[in-house]
């Protein structure tokens, strides 16, 4: 069965900082991957994918990802913090073969940045 | 801007007494969603919609349903709902099964 794994439920960093928030899945077939942001009380933006093609991926906010298949990870990463990237990051993945339209969900990162 | 409008965002129901949540998409996709996120934990996937085929988690209770008359809405009706559902309850649009979602703001639910 498939799962997501976010390494790390905490995260605190100092403004202007750098972080990295660690994700790992598994799966005996290709997936589809995602980074969603979740501000309190709100609902969830998607950060950025990767479908196909590079496998280093950009995103909004100044957030990037990378994919390794090797490892089974999708870690996300930005060089400079801002105190409005306080939030809850979602790591999530989807199966490529057949109809499937779930997405597995990993528990979420706690990002907390501080002044 | 399209989006995903959920209404209300806030909203009280006495226990045992039936609530509706609403959603609305400007986005004209395909597949819509309804998740349940309780505090500090993942959305779960209740149920979801691909154009009008229905299709239920397996561990979703009874006491949930859904409708989606029309491409642009859907509705969550909780018949009788416990103490145990409150949560914030998010919908979800995507183009198509492979694609991602697009979330709206969520409704959080309180039951007294």
């Known amino acids: 069965a498939q799962s997501v794994t976010q390494l790390d439920s905490q995260v605190p960093v100092f403004e202007e900082a750098p972080v990295e928030l660690r994700c790992n899945y598994s799966?005996?077939?290709?997936?589809?991957l995602f980074w969603y942001v979740q501000y309190p009380n709100q609902g969830l933006q998607l950060l950025l994918k990767?479908?196909?093609?590079s496998t280093l991926v950009k995103g909004i906010n100044g957030f990037e990802a990378e994919f390794n298949k090797s490892q089974t990870s999708f870690h996300l990463r930005k060089p400079s913090v801002h105190i409005s990237d306080t939030a809850e990051y979602f790591c999530?993945?989807?199966?490529?073969?057949?109809?499937?339209?779930?997405?597995?969900w990993g528990l979420g990162t706690s990002l907390a940045v501080n002044p | 801007d399209a989006m995903v409008i959920q209404n209300p965002r806030y909203q009280v129901t006495q226990f045992g007494k039936p609530v509706t949540l609403s959603c609305s998409q400007t986005?004209?996709?395909?597949?819509m969603y309804w998740y349940q996120q309780k505090s500090s934990q993942a959305p779960k996937l209740l149920f979801h919609?691909?154009?009008?085929?229905?299709?239920n988690e397996a561990d979703t209770p009874d006491n949930f349903q859904s409708r989606r008359p029309n491409t642009s809405f859907c509705f969550l009706d909780i018949r009788s709902p416990g103490l145990g559902d409150a949560a914030m309850y998010l919908c979800?649009?995507?183009?198509?099964?492979?694609?991602?979602?697009?979330f709206g703001p969520g409704t959080r639910l309180t039951v007294t």
């Open positions: 979800a649009t995507s183009i198509g099964p492979i694609y991602e979602q697009y």
């Open positions: 986005l004209n996709h395909n597949v």
């Open positions: 919609y691909y154009d009008k085929d229905f299709n």
């Open positions: 799966s005996s077939v290709s997936v589809y």
């Open positions: 990767y479908l196909s093609g």
């Open positions: 999530a993945v989807k199966i490529r073969a057949g109809n499937n339209r779930k997405l597995i």
